[in-house]
């Protein structure tokens, strides 16, 4: 499981992202800020005005 | 170490634990408030159950409304974030053997999340406020009503940073070995749920708190909407990774039981920090505006891996209960160790009915109605308050409730009061909460809609008739809403009656008998093997296959009925 989820086939890198509180962090607010909200707004931005 | 003295810390005779004074003190006071509010926030939901009956219809429109954003609010949020609060410094430091890391920043989560609370709460029963928890622009509140909501929010910020900052002070003296407990993880993962929540928050109200005293002119409803549902479904978020901790933590304290894998688990709880928050989307499926590839992303393709997850955890809370039981010689037929569970414990019975309302109810709905084209026809409608009172209701606050009865001699140092009320609470709070929540989905998929005070539409200008059963649904439902608040009621009187009379457990008392460890039982019985065929845990695959089958099936009657709703010709 842990391993196939890496990409880095070196033992133990996904024990190594796990006890990483800050990194875990990070990854939690990156992936939904980019995909969620900045996407949407993105499209909200994106409408014609109309004329 | 200059803080920590001997006298700091406490041998607790209930649990074990080694614990932290003031630690204890914190979670003491963050569970009270969250009960206090409980009971605030039930008042409310009953008079919003008892209008939309339409038998009864209690309250007037304009009282509706507020009595609606009051309980929205002071459920949703401030029954559950303070009790996030108490569980998040009880895994960080009474777990871990730990002190809390900032006292002092602790106490100031506690009194913000309190002022803030107290303001929206004037906000509100002012009655300039009725905007609803959702308080979508352009409605207008009250300054007070948005200012009180950051500052909660920002106490909550600051109680997510005491936690990581504990689990830091843990690390450096070294109160735990290796990887963080796996319960601990969880608090981890909800926390990290829980500051992309706040942040979202923060980001969308103080700009909503400038418009209204009028420093800013417009904000963009649209907008608005996506940035509150990252702060609105997140949340939501944050509940399930918490109630999912706090199943795994009465597994092993019931049962002695142990996750059966711990790597899936973990895996699992790092599916939910990558995708779950994606999920937001699924209240932005009717706006226009927004990309197909926008809504099916992050509704349908990503969410699936955090589903998945949920899956997982499904599997594995009941499939260590599972293993344990056979493992204590309960190794007979498919089901044998469920039916010997300890029913007549609310710490168990609680949680196994958190774990099978929330996966049969709560869940399966919310996978389903997540998807595009069905979500088409429920949106807005009755059926989301049933949904989500399966969630946050059947599963969430039931899991609370059940891991309450436990705190209350480890914290509170009480012995349960009221014993056999406590015993009955959780039947009939899940017998109330179910019923509701089934009866408002089918409500709802019949049009009733949400957050409307007459479904009789009496005296509208645009007059519809619901089908007559649809009405008696509503009637039915909200019967199960006042079995429901007198669950909720049981509950916050067995609390309140331990908290102020129980029998007090002195610090020096002796030991509590403790569960023994399942393999250290299974070791000492000299067998080998357990289960059937192979499987450690066949019953709890029996079970999931129902739950896959129910989903799969549920799925199809939502497409089938979706293809009636407009007549092709
Ligand atoms: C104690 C018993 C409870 C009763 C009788 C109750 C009843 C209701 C009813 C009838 C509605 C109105 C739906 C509508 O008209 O649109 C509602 C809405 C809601 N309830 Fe409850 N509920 C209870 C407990 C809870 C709890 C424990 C939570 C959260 C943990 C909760 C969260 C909500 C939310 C977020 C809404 C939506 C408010 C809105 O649409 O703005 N409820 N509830
Ligand atoms: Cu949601």
């Known amino acids: 499981m842990s391993e196939a989820n890496s990409r880095d086939v070196k033992p133990h890198a996904m024990q190594k992202l796990l006890d990483n509180n800050w990194l875990l962090l990070l990854l939690g607010i990156a992936v939904p800020a980019v995909f969620y909200t900045l996407w949407g707004l993105w499209d909200v931005i994106n409408i014609p005005i109309a004329k | ?569």
């Not at chain 2, 196994?352 to 084209?373: D, K």
């Not at chain 2, 129910?550 to 009657?557: A, D, H, K, P, S």
């Open chain 2, 1 to 569: 170490m200059t803080t920590t003295t001997l006298s700091e810390f406490r041998t607790d005779p209930v649990s074990g634990l080694k614990v932290n004074r003031t630690a204890n003190t914190l979670v003491k006071w963050n569970a009270f408030a969250a009960v206090v509010f409980l009971l605030v926030g039930g008042i409310f939901g009953l008079g919003v159950a008892l209008t939309r009956m339409p038998s009864v219809q209690l309250l007037s429109p304009e009282f509706f409304y507020l009595a609606l954003t009051a309980h929205g609010l002071i459920n949703l949020a401030v029954w559950i974030i303070f009790f996030e609060m108490a569980v998040l410094y009880f895994l960080g430091a009474h777990v871990l053997s730990n002190r809390l890391a900032t006292p002092r920043w602790a106490w100031a989560q506690f009194w913000l999340m309190l002022v803030g609370a107290a303001m929206v709460a004037v906000a509100v029963l002012g009655g300039n406020s009725s905007v609803m928890m959702t308080s979508y622009v352009p409605l207008t509140a009250e300054p007070h009503f948005y200012l009180g909501l950051i500052l909660f929010a920002v106490g909550a910020l600051i109680g997510c940073f005491v936690f990581l900052g504990t689990l830091v002070v843990a690390k450096r003296e070294k109160t735990y070995n290796g990887s963080l407990p796996l319960v601990v993880f969880g608090g981890v993962t909800a926390t990290v749920i829980a500051v992309f929540t706040i942040v979202s928050g923060a980001l969308i109200l103080i700009p909503t708190f400038l418009w209204s005293v009028g420093l800013i002119n417009h904000i963009d409803p649209m907008m608005y909407r996506i940035i509150w549902w990252g702060f609105g479904h997140s949340s939501q978020q944050i509940n399930v990774v918490t109630h999912i901790s706090i199943w795994y933590l009465i597994a092993s304290l019931v049962f002695g039981a142990k996750p059966m894998s711990e790597k899936v688990s973990r895996g699992a709880f790092l599916l939910y920090i990558l995708f779950l928050q994606l999920g937001s989307a699924h209240h932005l499926l009717s706006d226009p505006g927004l990309t197909s590839a926008w809504k099916v992303f992050n509704t349908s393709y990503m969410i699936y891996l955090a589903v998945l997850a949920s899956m997982i955890h499904g599997l594995t809370v009941p499939g260590s209960i599972e293993v344990a039981q056979r493992k204590k010689g309960l190794d007979t037929g498919l089901f044998t160790w469920l039916r010997k569970a300890p029913w007549g414990n609310p710490i168990f019975s609680g949680m196994f009915l958190s774990l099978v309302g929330f996966g049969f109810i709560g869940g399966i709905t919310g996978v389903v109605m997540s998807v595009e084209q069905i979500n088409m026809i429920i949106h807005n409608t009755m059926y989301l308050p049933g949904h989500f009172h399966g969630t946050l209701v059947a599963g969430t606050t039931m899991a609370f409730m059940a891991v309450t009865y436990w705190l209350i001699p480890v914290v509170f140092q009480r012995k349960l009061a009221l014993a056999g009320v406590a015993k009955l609470q959780p039947y009939v709070f899940s017998l109330g909460a179910w019923v509701f929540s089934i009866a408002l989905m089918g409500a709802g998929t019949m049009g009733v809609q949400r957050r409307h005070s007459d479904i009789t539409f009496a005296g509208q200008p645009l007059a519809y008739q619901y089908p007559e059963i649809a009405k008696g649904l509503m009637d039915m439902g909200e019967i199960f809403a006042v079995i429901m608040t007198v669950g909720a009621i049981m509950f916050i009187v067995v609390v309140l009656a331990s908290i102020f009379t129980g029998e007090r457990i002195a610090e020096d008392s002796a030991p509590w008998p403790k569960v023994a460890d399942a393999d250290v039982v299974f070791e000492k019985s000299g067998k080998k093997h357990i289960g059937i065929g192979g499987m450690e845990a066949p019953g709890t695959f029996v079970l999931a296959m129902i739950l896959f089958a129910t989903i799969v099936l549920y799925y199809f009657i939502n497409f089938k009925y979706l293809s009636t709703v407009w007549g092709m010709s």
